[in-house]
């Protein structure tokens, strides 16, 4: 009978034992964690920093057009004859006069891509269009919303540090802060709304 009870008692204290959780331990499986979003959220932006552009024209290197759909920069070598997905074309290839174009308006410039969609593009617009001193503290893809952008055909030079306005064929708005120009490349970082 001690036998018996002896082991009721030692199977008693390993079960209370072993379903005792320390106090500190927060890898509790009944206890509810935060969901974490599956998506973007909607009031997002999508952010493409220190991108570069050629200028000169001829480099291999540095790129020329750029997808906000896919996040891709494309160089001179493989530029894709299909242009569905490409929003921004650097055109500008004289120092005095760049600006990016839409891939349905570069044929003049030396590209042409099958199934182009129109972007409109305002490549020096105004400070009350859009203010420059704003883009570092932009984060929400509703502040965009209501930028009227019209393609303006105008260019800016090397000694620019403004921005740039656009809006895709799908309807998405973007900035770009040109943070750096030169006889060889532009430098910029884009938001646009997801």
């Given at each position: 009978?001690?036998?018996?009870?002896?082991?009721?008692?030692?199977?008693?204290?390993?079960?209370?034992?072993c379903?005792?959780?320390?106090?500190?331990?927060?890898?509790?499986?009944?206890?509810?964690?935060?969901?974490?979003?599956?998506?973007?959220p909607?009031?997002?932006?999508?952010?493409y920093?220190?991108?570069?552009?050629?200028?000169?024209?001829?480099?291999?290197?540095?790129?020329?057009?750029?997808?906000?759909?896919d996040?891709?920069?494309?160089?001179?070598?493989?530029?894709?004859?299909?242009?569905?997905?490409?929003?921004?074309?650097?055109?500008?290839?004289?120092?005095?006069?760049?600006?990016?174009?839409?891939?349905t308006?570069?044929?003049?410039?030396?590209?042409?891509?099958?199934?182009?969609?129109?972007?409109?593009?305002?490549n020096?617009?105004?400070?009350?269009a859009?203010?420059p001193?704003?883009?570092?503290?932009?984060?929400?893809?509703?502040?965009?919303?209501n930028?009227?952008?019209k393609?303006?055909?105008?260019?800016?030079?090397?000694?620019?540090?403004?921005v740039?306005?656009?809006?895709?064929?799908?309807?998405?708005?973007?900035?770009?802060?040109?943070?750096?120009?030169?006889?060889?490349?532009?430098?910029?970082?884009?938001?646009?709304?997801?």
């Amino acid at each position: 009978m001690k036998k018996l009870v002896l082991g009721a008692v030692i199977l008693t204290a390993m079960l209370t034992a072993c379903s005792k959780k320390d106090k500190n331990d927060s890898n509790d499986d009944n206890v509810p964690k935060p969901e974490q979003p599956a998506v973007t959220p909607k009031d997002s932006l999508t952010i493409y920093k220190d991108l570069e552009f050629d200028v000169t024209g001829t480099s291999s290197t540095v790129g020329v057009a750029f997808s906000t759909k896919d996040g891709k920069m494309y160089y001179r070598a493989n530029l894709p004859k299909d242009g569905k997905n490409i929003d921004l074309v650097f055109a500008g290839v004289d120092p005095g006069n760049l600006f990016f174009s839409s891939a349905t308006a570069t044929a003049s410039h030396g590209f042409t891509f099958d199934n182009a969609t129109i972007t409109e593009i305002m490549n020096s617009p105004s400070v009350q269009a859009f203010d420059p001193a704003k883009f570092d503290t932009l984060s929400h893809g509703s502040a965009l919303s209501n930028l009227a952008v019209k393609e303006d055909n105008s260019f800016f030079s090397t000694t620019y540090r403004g921005v740039v306005l656009f809006k895709n064929a799908a309807g998405k708005t973007g900035v770009m802060k040109v943070s750096a120009a030169d006889g060889q490349r532009v430098k910029v970082t884009i938001k646009v709304q997801p």
